[in-house]
Nanobody, 117 residues
Framework: QVKLVESGGGLVQPGGSLRLSCAAS????????MGWYRQRPGERREFVAT???????NYRDSVKGRFTISRDNNENTMYLQMNSLRPEDTAVYFCNAENEILRTDYWGQGTQVTVSS
């Protein structure tokens, strides 16, 4: 069973920073584009950022310049550095791994990020 393990969520004040991590097995990580998605209560899950196995990244417009996605291919771990956080960033953040050839994908269990004073 594929397992994605997320960590790093929590409560932070507006303007603060958090770093999310997502660890996967080598067999999954080495063949997958990795991504972060988020879901607010009552809303659909939405794309936040992705990074391919070659390191090409993509972001939703509202997080550009504030969030940075990265991956450590030696540690099989993906990161999302979130700076200048806003209350509207509050959501459950989910890690995703999508195999770049087979297009099968897997999800983590989610980690809560709350931005509030």
């Amino acid at each position: 069973q594929v397992k994605l393990v997320e960590s790093g969520g929590g409560l932070v004040q507006p303007g603060g920073s958090l770093r999310l991590s997502c660890a996967a097995s080598r067999s999954v990580f080495s063949t997958s584009s990795m991504g972060w998605y988020r879901q607010r209560p009552g809303e659909r899950r939405e794309f936040v950022a992705t990074i391919t196995t070659r390191g090409v990244s993509n972001y939703r417009d509202s997080v550009k310049g504030r969030f940075t996605i990265s991956r450590d291919n030696n540690e099989n771990t993906m990161y999302l550095q979130m700076n200048s956080l806003r209350p509207e960033d509050t959501a459950v953040y989910f890690c995703n791994a999508e195999n770049e050839i087979l297009r099968t994908d897997y999800w983590g269990q989610g980690t809560q990020v709350t931005v509030s004073s």
